[in-house]
């Protein structure tokens, strides 16, 4: 798989006459002399139709699939409607794509509960939905070493005021949850753990089936934010009790669409009270799913989107063995940490660097100055995680996949970790 490769661009000489020339991107440099800032603003303009350089989808994914655009486009200027709201074919169609897209969303997270999918802006959205109406009674709450600060903060906010106590689950250096020590933290009065699934500092998949077999009927919350559209998730397999996922990460889907799956809605005071549409003769939210926890008009022209996601999931254009290639060259390099799950078959579709004398900005300024990669530096919205991985406070490069990426973009990618880590 790591073989050199040539690429050429079309360039610009002084007249404005373009032609074909040999680009070495490792080195920098064209066939007729060194890279300059000039040439590579043209190379970048060019870049979309040579190769796909874009290794921050653990951020928000690019490319999407064309459909995505098109439906949204299309329902903001042809079909339009409001959901659930009124009675004639517009709103009609409207509100059938809107139950569509939650019944393929219940059918991707291992579920035929359909009316247990909420629909949230993100995924930020529906954890402090479901960790602050379920903390609100006061207790004692489990989470991990790995967790984002969209589990982390609410947690602490809560503690500050008084609500609850929370404390790390034990784990092994890659953030993988020791399950065998996990009874030795649960009290009487533990209410909830709370746990990513898919870490988004180094890739690591959590086992939430073997979790919740070892705290038994204390409700479990998974953030499946990384995870869904990347890793098999089963709620109804592994007994999960909430899940939390976003639309615009691998599922493929836009920005401000996400959600959550409730299978315990009595454990959850609503987050967001108003409108729905429905029992609007009471002034209570309405006690059944979906509407209790979906006060307000939705994101439609983004669930639009987000089903058009669905419904033109693209076929990989690299292998799980193409990843592992990756990887083992990545490892080889001694200039680099390099962090990852400890085992391979627990690993996602992203992992970080750390130079030995390189900071991750200049890792990642590096990586886009002189190859065009667009990376992820810092902390990653993850302070523990860090912590527990030994890279805090400075954080590590991040590189994320698409099924988009082809083995030759892996390819270059691998050899230029290389050239910048010497």
């Known amino acids: 798989m790591f073989e050199g490769f040539e690429m050429f661009v079309m360039f610009p000489d002084s007249q404005n006459h373009y032609a074909l020339r040999p680009f070495d991107k490792l080195r920098g440099t064209f066939a007729q002399g060194p890279l300059t800032l000039q040439t590579f603003q043209t190379l970048q303009t060019f870049q979309t139709f040579l190769m796909n350089l874009y290794f921050d989808n653990c951020a928000t994914s690019f490319p999407k699939p064309a459909a995505v655009a098109e439906a949204m486009v299309s329902h903001l200027n042809e079909t339009g409607g409001t959901y659930g709201r009124s009675a004639y074919p517009r709103i009609f169609q409207s509100t059938k794509l809107v139950e569509e897209c939650r019944d393929s969303l219940a059918t991707l997270v291992g579920t035929a509960e359909g009316e247990k999918i909420i ?171 979906p509407d209790r926890f979906e006060a307000g008009t939705p994101n439609i022209t983004g669930i639009h989107g987000l089903n058009a996601a669905l419904k033109n999931r693209p076929v990989p254009r690299h292998t799980r063995d ?46 886009y100055e002189t190859y065009g990669i667009e990376s992820r530096a810092g902390l990653h919205c993850a302070p523990l995680a860090h912590r527990h991985l030994g890279s805090f406070p400075n954080g590590d490069c991040r590189f994320s996949l698409s099924p988009y990426h082809t083995p030759e973009e892996l390819n270059f990618l691998a050899k230029a970790i290389h050239d910048v880590g010497r």
């Open 119 to 289: 629909f949230t802006a993100n995924a930020t959205t529906a954890l402090n939905l479901m960790i602050q109406g379920i903390c609100k009674r006061g207790g004692h709450v489990l989470t991990s070493a790995m967790e984002h600060n969209a589990i982390a903060r609410p947690l602490e906010h809560l503690r500050q005021l008084g609500w609850i106590e929370w404390e790390l689950l034990e784990s092994a250096p890659d953030g993988t949850i020791i399950t065998e020590k996990i009874a030795s933290k649960l009290r009487p009065n533990t209410i909830l753990v709370a746990v990513c699934h898919m870490s988004n500092v180094n890739g690591m998949a959590q086992s939430p089936g073997e979790i919740k077999k070892a705290i038994g009927e204390i409700p479990l919350l998974v953030d499946a934010s990384q995870s869904l559209g990347s890793h098999p998730v089963l709620v109804d397999e592994w007994g999960v009790d909430f899940l939390a996922f976003t639309g615009h990460k691998s599922l493929l889907g836009p920005t401000g669409t996400g959600g959550a799956f409730v299978r315990r809605q009595e454990l959850v005071e609503p987050l967001i009270y108003g409108g729905t549409g429905s029992g609007s003769d009471s002034l209570s939210m309405p006690s059944y799913l």
């Open 322 to 367: 193409d990843f592992a290639d990756l990887l083992r060259e990545v490892k080889t390099n001694n200039n680099y940490v390099v962090r990852c799950a400890t085992d391979f078959a627990n690993q996602g579709k992203l992992f970080s660097v750390v130079h030995h004398s390189l900071s991750s900005s200049e890792l990642a300024l590096r990586f």
